[in-house]
C-alpha cells in the first residue's frame, strides 16, 4: 500500500514556474515508477510525467516537454515536478501516481495509487 500526498500548488502568472512535491509512504518508493497527472474542469485526465523506477527514464507528452521536469528523491520517498513557463492552459489539478509497471504508461488505469490532488491556477 501507498500513500501519496500533493503539495506546492498555487496561484501563478503566466510564464511563471511551481515545483510541486508528493510525499509517498512506504519503505518500497524506489520500486515505484512516479508519475503526474492533470485535470482542469470539465475535460479528463491527462498524462503530464513519469519517472521510472529502474534506470530514471523519463517521458512527457508534447504539451509540456521543454517545460516540465520530473525527478525524485528515494531517500525523502519524495517525487517533484518542476514547472517553468506557466502558461493559463497548464491551469489544473495535478495528480501524483505511482505505479510497478517501468514502461511508459499514460492510461490511467496503469497505475496503481494516486493522491488527492493539488490545485494549480497560471493566471494571464
Known amino acids: 500500500q501507498v500513500q501519496l500526498v500533493e503539495s506546492g500548488g498555487g496561484l501563478v502568472q503566466s510564464g511563471g514556474s511551481l515545483r510541486l512535491s508528493c510525499a509517498a509512504s512506504?519503505?518500497?518508493?524506489?520500486?515505484?515508477?512516479m508519475g503526474w497527472f492533470r485535470q482542469a474542469p470539465g475535460k479528463e485526465r491527462e498524462f503530464v510525467a513519469q519517472?521510472?523506477?529502474?534506470?530514471?527514464?523519463?517521458y512527457y507528452p508534447d504539451s509540456v516537454k521543454g517545460r516540465y521536469s520530473i525527478s525524485r528523491d528515494n531517500a525523502k520517498n519524495t517525487v517533484y515536478l518542476q514547472m517553468n513557463s506557466l502558461k493559463p492552459e497548464d491551469t489544473a489539478v495535478y495528480y501524483c501516481?505511482?505505479?510497478?509497471?517501468?514502461?511508459?504508461?499514460?492510461?490511467?488505469?496503469?497505475?496503481?495509487?494516486w493522491g488527492q490532488g493539488t490545485q494549480v491556477t497560471v493566471s494571464s
Open positions: 519517472i521510472t523506477w529502474t534506470d530514471g527514464t523519463t
Open positions: 501516481a505511482a505505479t510497478i509497471g517501468s514502461w511508459w504508461i499514460t492510461r490511467i488505469e496503469g497505475w496503481d495509487y
Open positions: 512506504g519503505r518500497t518508493f524506489s520500486r515505484y515508477s
